[in-house]
């Protein structure tokens, strides 16, 4: 059950206690995690303590979200490969495998040996590995990690992955790319994919596995019913080529692909195995304001991160300004983030300084109140940070190392 609206907007109503001068350990980031390496544990760390700005993971709303995922997934008979793009956090991942994902999912040849220098095994690369450096690293990790698999889209790029296999004597996993629509890697659905799977099965030292169709340009259109048509135009050549790869006699068994946005859609598409789902585990504005079955707002997950910025400057009745800027956040969309404090609004407002609107607001702001912004795009959001404070509640439990993070 993803949490209630009420439950997350809590987290906003932290700014009393710190009101009170010296209520607050001045932590600085270094001394936290010495902290947590000599006791191994936070204990008696409060939010309140930390640094800002600082990423803040909640966790009552990440575990309903990590849950809820495998629970459809599980009902479906679905496999679950969720994709670590989204977070970059092995401890992240680790939990998603604990609650039934079989796999996951990395983007790039680096994702995929951080994820596996943590202990990952059943990796699937989503994105094609062309090159000599990463078709080395590509060899490098199946040798580590013979389940391996990545994505190809292009009959000549299968050769020189056969070719250096057979040279490497090792055999790499492929799945065919296919473009549902977004043009922007994967070859055409129809008789194209299907010619390229029977070549790559023809090809030594390459295992064909099946099919990868992401239809990024499903998942965010606005309301269920749109984004449903949209998916289902989309996905259902791309399942049919699956279809007739297997009709071919071609030895296709795993179809992964859906997102956030199209996990309760795809799943109903006969044919679809697995859902490589990202940004569930942590929900955005973006994700939110896409809308969902219940409405304009999708809430089938809960925001789960957050900012924690500090207000640095008070001198004007309709705003604040706080210590997280454009540094602080992903600015890839056009709007920004959210802050948990419910008729208040956020501008970007220079590098370090971000402007709270407060001509609404529902509570007083004032100089030192801490307040939490859920994220306005989760992925680049997490790949600003080194570490997530995990917290229950005010208290900090766990850092989780973003050891991905930058990998690009
Ligand atoms: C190839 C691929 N698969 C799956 C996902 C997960 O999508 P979402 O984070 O919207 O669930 C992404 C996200 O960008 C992706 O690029």
Redesign the pocket.
């Known amino acids: 059950m993803p949490l209630s609206r009420r439950d997350w907007l809590k987290r906003g109503a932290l700014a009393p206690a710190m009101l009170i001068p010296g209520v607050a350990q001045a932590y600085d980031v270094d001394e936290v995690e010495r902290r947590l390496a000599k006791s191994s544990s936070v204990e008696g760390v409060s939010k309140l303590d930390l640094p800002t700005p600082s990423l803040i993971l909640d966790l009552d709303a990440f575990e309903a979200n990590v849950a809820g995922m495998a629970a459809h997934a599980k009902q479906h008979g679905l496999q679950l490969r969720p994709?670590s793009?989204?977070h970059k956090t092995p401890e992240i991942a680790r939990r998603q495998l604990k609650a039934g994902a079989h796999g996951i999912?990395a983007?790039t040849i680096r994702e995929a040996e951080t994820m596996h220098a943590a202990g990952m095994a059943e990796i699937l690369i989503?994105g094609e590995q062309v090159g000599v450096n990463k078709i080395g690293r590509l060899i490098r990790l199946t040798k580590a990690a013979p389940e391996t698999m990545s994505t190809v889209d292009n009959a000549e790029h299968a050769e020189q992955l056969s070719e250096a296999a057979r040279a490497a004597k090792v055999t790499l996993n492929v799945m065919v790319d296919i473009d549902p629509v977004g043009r922007r890697t994967g070859i055409a659905p129809g008789k194209k994919a299907v010619a390229l799977a029977k070549r790559i099965d023809q090809l030594e030292g390459l295992r064909l596995r099946g099919v990868h169709g992401?239809s990024?340009a499903s998942?965010h259109v606005k309301g269920y019913e749109a984004r449903k048509a949209h998916s289902i135009q989309y996905m259902t050549p791309v399942i049919e080529s699956f279809e007739a790869m297997k009709k071919a006699g071609l030895p296709a068994e795993i179809m992964s692909g859906a997102?956030?946005?199209t996990y309760n859609i795809d799943s109903d598409l006969a044919g679809m195995t697995e859902l490589?789902?990202?940004?569930?585990v942590f929900m955005d504005v973006e994700y939110r304001r896409a809308g969902g079955r219940s409405g304009d707002t999708y809430t089938d997950f809960s925001p789960s991160l957050t900012v924690l910025a500090t207000v640095m400057s008070k001198n004007y009745d309709d705003i604040a300004t706080i210590d997280a800027g454009l540094k602080a956040f992903a600015t890839d969309r056009s709007f920004g983030p959210e802050p948990l404090i419910e008729g208040v609004t956020y501008s970007f407002n220079g590098d370090e300084h971000g402007r709270l609107h407060l001509e609404n607001a529902s509570r007083e702001v004032k100089l030192g109140d801490k307040v939490e912004l859920i994220v306005p795009h989760c992925?680049p959001n997490v790949n600003l940070y080194d570490r997530m404070y995990a917290c229950r509640g005010d208290q900090v439990r766990e850092i989780w190392k973003i050891a991905a993070r930058g990998h690009v």
């Open positions: 994709h793009k989204t999912c983007a989503t992401y990024g998942s997102s956030t946005g490589q789902v990202g940004s569930y992925d």
